[in-house]
């Protein structure tokens, strides 16, 4: 109940709770969705991509405790963005200036080109490319 108020309670969880994978998640899923209550969660939960995506299905948004290595991950990336357009502030440098990548994510989620750097937003031929795999990066283009 309390992790239910307040994602942080969970960090008053036994030990074997927080690296407990079922446990983890039903805690998570309860937890309020910005309560940034991963980094409660075990580090080794934390690192498991299947673990991070479960949690990301059952809409929880907790990022910043996710290990970068994760985010160089293209495959995990363009997975997770499939929950949350946020993924791509956490996103590797050298996949976000990736175009192939960049025009991968959009045609997943559209909502992702504010986090893509300003060279693709600046770029006609890029945006028209964009649009023509998902229509609705025009109702975000600044």
Do not use: W
Not at 73 to 86: G, K, M, N
Not at 106 to 125: E, K, T, V
Request: one cysteine or more.
């Amino acid at each position: 109940e309390a992790v239910r108020s307040n994602g942080t309670a969970l960090k008053f969880a036994p030990e074997d709770f927080r690296g407990h994978r079922r446990v983890a998640l039903e805690l998570l899923s309860e937890a309020p969705r910005f309560s940034r209550a991963m980094r409660f969660v075990s580090e080794g939960l934390r690192g498991d991509r299947d673990f991070v995506l479960e949690a990301m299905r059952k809409h929880v948004e907790d990022l910043e405790h996710v290990p970068a290595d994760l985010f160089q991950d293209q495959h995990f990336v363009l997975e997770a963005i499939r929950h949350t357009d946020r993924v791509l502030q956490f996103a590797s440098e050298e996949l976000r200036r990736n175009r192939d990548f960049a025009l991968d994510a959009l045609r997943i989620n559209g909502r992702a080109l504010q986090y893509l750097p300003q060279q693709f937003i600046r770029d006609r031929d890029f945006l028209i490319e964009a649009v023509r795999k998902n229509d609705m990066v025009l109702q975000c283009l600044p």
